[in-house]
């Protein structure tokens, strides 16, 4: 499989604050695989995407590593790069409320597709159908407030799809919506990735969403990757404490399982306020004076799972 993307040593800061967002991290994609990235709130998850994306808001930069994707031999200059789309967390504030769910779509498809009047309409019927909007026709006289969040969400990747991306980023992209809903957004983004061998990557909270939908995972803890591997490896055998007591803060649904979710003592430092070492020591029940003093590297704990911890948990 060919690499898609590949990230080394990314910071993301806000100088007029002197504040790191991001401190260095590193990770690559596969054409046609998911990274899921995962992480109590706080931890850098959005603006790891949004510098992939070349998105950052206003005052944040970055300010260090590189980001290279896989380029297409046959384009020069930035068209030679994969395009790339992003759908958001909360679908009906980021629609405009002024423009129809077909001028949306239409100028989308003008934009990346060079479509326009009929054959833009058809394109973005063909679009809403295959994200499961039936009555496309009169669906794109439509605004987003007359659309339910599940429905809303279908059209955010319906425009995505208009950008024909090779890579999605889907960043809480079920987080607003009911569970029935999550999981038909969760089964049309499979059957997306597995249709058009788009390269994913994932953010949620729902570690559920992360096992179902991604090939690897990445645990991010204040603006670093701490442990990354296959995902059902990393949901198994998870090395590192503060990957460890995520999982274990899953609440079980087994009726039979009458013990409460662990909590993890403490919060998710600021950025402008982290502990000098592991940023997580403080909280960490394994930590000794060496986690204290500096922050560990990351050392590879399996064939293709690493851990950036000086006491790890054994499999
Ligand atoms: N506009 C901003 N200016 C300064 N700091 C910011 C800004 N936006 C976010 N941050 C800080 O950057 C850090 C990373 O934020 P980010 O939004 O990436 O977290 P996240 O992991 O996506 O969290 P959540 O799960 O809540 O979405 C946080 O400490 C946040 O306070
Ligand atoms: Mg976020």
């Known amino acids: 499989m060919s690499k898609l993307l590949t990230v080394r040593d990314l910071v993301v800061e806000v100088p007029e604050r002197n504040m790191t967002i991001i401190g260095g991290i590193s990770f690559s994609l596969e054409a046609g695989q998911t990274l899921g990235l995962v992480g109590e709130s706080g931890c850098g998850k959005s603006m790891t995407c949004y510098a992939v994306a070349d998105m950052l808001p206003r005052g944040i930069a970055r300010t260090g590593g590189s980001i290279e994707f896989a380029r297409d031999p046959l384009k020069s ?6 395009t790339i789309a992003m759908i958001f967390q ?7 409320p002024v423009h129809t769910i077909g001028y949306y779509l239409e100028s989308a498809l003008y ?18 159908e295959r994200v499961g909007i039936d009555r496309a026709k009169s669906r794109l006289r439509a605004y987003p407030h007359q659309f339910s969040g599940g429905m809303n969400q279908r059209v955010m990747i319906a425009h995505a799809l208009a950008a024909r991306p090779q890579l999605l980023i889907a960043d809480e992209p079920t987080t607003a919506l009911d569970v029935t809903m999550q999981a038909q957004i969760l089964h049309l983004l499979e059957d997306l990735k597995a249709e058009t061998g788009m390269g994913l990557i994932i953010v949620s909270h729902d570690l559920g969403i992360i096992a179902r939908l ?16 296959p995902v059902a490896d990393l949901l198994r055998r998870p090395a590192h404490p503060y990957a460890r007591a995520l999982i274990a803060c899953m609440p079980s649904i087994d009726p039979a399982d009458l013990e409460p979710p662990v909590t993890i003592p403490g919060s998710v430092p600021l950025p402008d306020s982290l502990p000098e070492g592991c940023h997580f020591h403080p909280r960490c029940s394994r930590a000794s004076g060496e986690c204290a003093a500096r922050f ?7 064939l293709v799972h690493e851990a950036s911890c000086f006491h790890p948990v054994a499999a």
């Open 214 to 229: 991604a090939d690897r995972a990445a645990v991010m803890y204040c603006g670093k990757i701490v442990e990354t591997a």
């Open 111 to 128: 934009r990346h597709q060079g479509l326009k009047g009929n054959d833009a309409r058809l394109e973005a019927m063909r679009l809403l």
């Open 90 to 96: 909360d679908p009906t504030s980021s629609l405009n």
């Open 296 to 302: 560990p590297a990351p050392a590879m704990i399996g």
């Open 77 to 82: 200059g930035k068209a030679a790069d994969p």
